[in-house]
């Protein structure tokens, strides 16, 4: 049975995997998606996946299947990699200060698994002027009317 305190009210459990769930989760994943989402890793600009895709829907972490980000929040930023101007629910996103490379950042991650999943400036478009910059491969796309990927077996969004 699942706390409710960990449920806001979107309906996504944000209780963190335990060891055992994690290592199923991260069994699944490729090279690629390791880095990025494990490693704090970057893909190539231009390169993605999900870059182009313009179909209603909502992109989900890759490693848990929370949703994170609706379409019609999708924008060209012309920086090569998906952007968004806010998340599905504020609760879905984590940010953490990153101060890797010499830089000072703000590091998106997802509330319920903490894997890596961009950055957010603060150079978007209205009505929240921020850009969610993040990662195709740290994203799977869910179509408008498809199921939601419940990997952790919560019956997320049902609640």
């Known amino acids: 049975m699942t706390d409710t305190a ?4 979107t309906g996504f459990d944000l209780t963190p995997p335990s060891e055992a769930e994690r290592q199923v989760l991260e069994a699944d ?5 390791r880095d990025v989402l ?10 993605g996946g999900l870059l182009g895709e313009k179909r209603p829907g909502a992109y989900c972490c890759r490693l848990c299947g929370l949703p994170l980000f609706k379409f019609e929040t999708k924008f060209e ?3 090569g990699w ?3 101007y806010a998340p599905i629910n504020e609760a879905n996103v984590k940010a953490v200060e990153d101060r890797s490379y010499g830089m000072r950042r703000v590091e998106t991650r997802c509330a319920r698994c903490d894997s890596h999943q961009g950055h957010v400036f603060p150079d978007g ?3 929240t002027g921020l850009r969610y910059c993040i990662n195709s491969v740290s994203l799977e796309f869910v179509g408008a009317g498809e199921a939601l990927r419940d990997p ?3 019956g997320d969004g049902n609640a």
Not at 6 to 9: D, H, K, L, V, Y
Not at 29 to 33: G, R, T, Y
Not at 40 to 45: D, I, K, N, Q
């Open 77 to 79: 930023s012309g920086t």
């Open 152 to 154: 952790l077996k919560r």
């Open 38 to 47: 494990l490693h704090h890793g970057t893909e190539a600009p231009f390169c």
């Open 6 to 9: 960990n449920r806001p009210a």
């Open 29 to 33: 994943l490729n090279q690629e998606e």
């Open 125 to 127: 478009p209205p009505p």
């Open 82 to 84: 998906p952007s968004f």
